[in-house]
Nanobody
Framework: QVQLVESGGGLVQAGSSLRVSCAAS????????MGWFRQAPGKEREFVAG????????YYADSAKGRFTISRDNARNTVYLQMNSLKPEDTAVYYC???????????????WGQGARVTVSS
């Protein structure tokens, strides 16, 4: 059974940093592209960041570029999202995702995590 389990969410002040993690099991982790999506209250789920199976290429939504960094540790079956300079508009539930191709689109996602709540106060 494939499971993606997020951790590291919480409540932080604007301008601070937070790292969310996603531990994967039940799949050959190194064969999957990984990514993060988020869903703010009352809004649809949107792409945040993605990383190829090898970790050699990363890609970001414009809202995340320059502030967020995605990385992966294939030995630990874990993907991370380091979020710096957080803004109130970053408040959302952050979902870990796995797929066999680019994860810029929802359609590319094969598996989802349960979500980690991130709240940024001003």
């Amino acid at each position: 059974q494939v499971q993606l389990v997020e951790s590291g969410g919480g409540l932080v002040q604007a301008g601070s940093s937070l790292r969310v993690s996603c531990a994967a099991s039940g799949l050959t982790f190194s064969n999957y592209a990984m990514g993060w999506f988020r869903q703010a209250p009352g809004k649809e789920r949107e792409f945040v960041a993605g990383i190829t199976w090898s970790g050699t290429y990363t890609y970001y939504a414009d809202s995340a570029k320059g502030r967020f960094t995605i990385s992966r540790d294939n030995a630990r079956n874990t993907v991370y999202l380091q979020m710096n300079s957080l803004k109130p508009e970053d408040t959302a539930v952050y979902y870990c995702a796995a797929g066999r191709s680019s994860l810029r689109r929802l359609e590319a996602v094969d598996y989802w995590g349960q979500g980690a709540r991130v709240t940024v106060s001003s």
